[in-house]
């Protein structure tokens, strides 16, 4: 019998995850779960346990729930992100958009809502994958004003400098530096660089497109900017103005 795409593509995807959750029926669930479909999942369930696990072990993937019974999941991410560039997908409160902007300018790569439906949580555990697969296997190089990009290092450097991105950042960077003084809309950053359908009250990609800003204006010797244009989406500038 010919497997359907689902499992097809999955089995081929191995990676290891660490889910990070204090809800050990849950944990059990989704270790058979993601199992099935060609996922190793290790679970921790609290918040030192995750981190020592995290920055002691090698893993593809982290599930890391905000709750936790000694530090919440925002610290564990905090701690993480200080020594470790490692995708994480955040769970959070069922709307509760605080702890999902929270996570996000703290440097998750997405966050999913609970409760959630595990074909969601594996369509967005998919997303992150392929876009660490593309930038592994795409080799190119550009330039423009200052700026070299190299995608087969994954790597955006500012006039020699290289740029500490996480992996949306550097596509999201990659795009505004192909299309500079364009507006591109905040759907078609929503559906190239996150792989998923734009809802109008998700703000995830603005989210990162803060934390990009903030890098950039870190850069004492560069005077452009990312503006935000009302209800459309962002204009990448190189010198802080429209170009005529």
């Known amino acids: 019998m010919v497997p359907n795409d689902e499992q097809s593509h999955e089995k081929s995807s191995s990676e290891t995850v660490l889910l990070i959750d204090d809800d050990t029926e849950l944990c059990s669930m989704l270790q ?5 479909h060609g996922w190793k999942v290790t679970a921790r369930h609290s918040g030192q346990a995750g981190l020592k696990s995290a920055l002691e072990d090698t893993y593809g993937i982290i599930l890391l729930d905000v709750m936790l019974p000694d530090i ?27 702890d999902r902007i929270v996570g996000l ?3 998750a790569d ?38 070299s990009v190299d ?34 809309s905040r759907e078609e950053l929503t559906e190239d ?34 503006r935000g244009i009302r209800n459309s989406g962002y204009m990448f500038t190189l010198n802080g103005e429209e170009r005529a």
């Open 32 to 36: 058979d779960y993601l199992g099935r």
């Open 72 to 98: 919440d999941g925002f610290e564990v991410l905090r701690r993480l992100r200080a020594q470790s560039a490692i995708h994480v997908l955040l769970l959070t409160a069922r709307g509760d958009d605080v």
């Open 105 to 107: 300018e703290l440097g």
């Open 110 to 147: 997405d966050y999913l809502p609970k409760p959630f439906n595990p074909r969601e949580l594996v369509a967005r555990m998919r997303a992150i994958s392929r876009r660490g697969s593309q930038l592994d296997q795409t080799a190119s190089s550009r330039a423009a004003a200052g700026f």
């Open 151 to 184: 995608n087969n290092r994954r790597r955006i450097s500012f006039r020699d400098q290289p740029l500490d991105l996480t992996d949306i950042e550097f596509l999201l960077l990659s795009k505004l530096l192909q299309r500079p003084y364009e507006v591109v």
């Open 193 to 226: 660089v996150l792989e998923r359908p734009f809802r109008p009250l998700d703000r995830s990609i603005d989210m990162h497109v803060s934390r990009l800003r903030r890098k950039l204006e870190a850069l004492r010797t560069f005077h452009g900017s990312i």
